[in-house]
């Protein structure tokens, strides 16, 4: 039966196939939404850590780190704003050269950055 054929149960269950993703260490999250950062263009910060990743061996491996663009966080100063999970660190004022501290300290070295920090969300435990 099609989506649309008026005798189709809407209530009947449709497989959905499981989604694959491959492996990462961390995922960070970067609010791209215009309200965000009246001094810098968040898009931007987005679109160069595809290199900074490249050069800090974060694009594939290990220490494989994912990114996602997203359109607000609801936190409108301060930005460009950068969550890291599963850390739960909060990044904000998130220049082009501060996010070469962020990779540098944070995704490599695994310190914090702690002048940039503005949140950090509970800590998981195993």
């Known amino acids: ?63 494989r780190v994912k990114r996602t663009r997203a359109s607000c966080f609801a936190a409108c100063k301060g930005g460009p704003i950068l969550c890291v999970q599963p850390d739960g660190v909060w990044y904000y004022n998130v220049t082009l050269e501060n996010m070469q501290r962020i990779v540098d300290q944070h995704l490599v070295g695994g310190k914090v950055v702690t002048d940039l920090i503005f949140h950090q969300g509970p800590t998981l435990t195993a």
Not at 25 to 44: E, F
Request: hydrophobic share 30%; with cysteine.
């Open 1 to 63: 039966m099609s989506r649309h054929d008026s005798t189709e149960n809407p209530f009947a269950t449709t497989l959905v196939e499981k989604p694959k993703l491959g492996s990462y260490r961390r995922h960070l999250l970067v609010c791209t939404g215009p309200r965000c950062s009246a001094n810098s263009d968040p898009q931007a910060l987005f679109d160069s850590l595809g290199e900074h990743f490249k050069r800090a061996g974060l694009d594939a491996g290990a220490l």
